[in-house]
């Protein structure tokens, strides 16, 4: 099972990116799928999470209103679109799955899955 990241990169304050993770090896269909972010010397921490039909979505507070997860199952991909985008959203994202159908939280230990990271780096 991989997940892929990928869509980070530079961009100034207040612009926008879309982040992508492409899932193969198994669908997750059926399975929650979220995405986390880790900035250089700091604990990974919980960005969004989406229900397997994508009626359901979580956010950590200082993203709502800004970031909006949704995905595509049809292409084992979820997505996070980001925008208004700010200098304390410097980080490695990474997306994450969980074997089950069940809402994990927001606790890094609590996701099975783990794709490789992509770095997103807003300048000021």
């Known amino acids: 099972v991989q997940l892929q990241a990928s869509g980070g990169g530079l961009v100034q304050a207040g612009g926008s990116l879309r982040l992508s993770c492409a899932a193969s090896g198994r669908s997750f269909s059926s399975n929650y799928m979220g995405w986390f972010r880790q900035a250089p010397g700091k604990e990974r921490k919980f960005v969004a999470a989406i229900s397997w039909s994508g009626g359901t979505t979580y956010y950590e507070d200082s993203v709502k209103g800004r970031f909006t997860i949704s995905r595509d199952n049809a292409k084992n991909t979820v997505y996070l679109q980001m925008n208004s985008l700010k200098p304390e959203d410097t980080a490695v994202y990474y997306c994450?799955?969980?074997?089950?159908?069940?809402?994990?939280?927001?606790?890094?230990?609590?996701?099975?899955?783990w794709g490789q990271g992509t770095l997103v780096t807003v300048s000021s």
């Open positions: 994450a799955a969980v074997r089950g159908s069940y809402y994990p939280g927001r606790r890094p230990h609590e996701y099975d899955y």
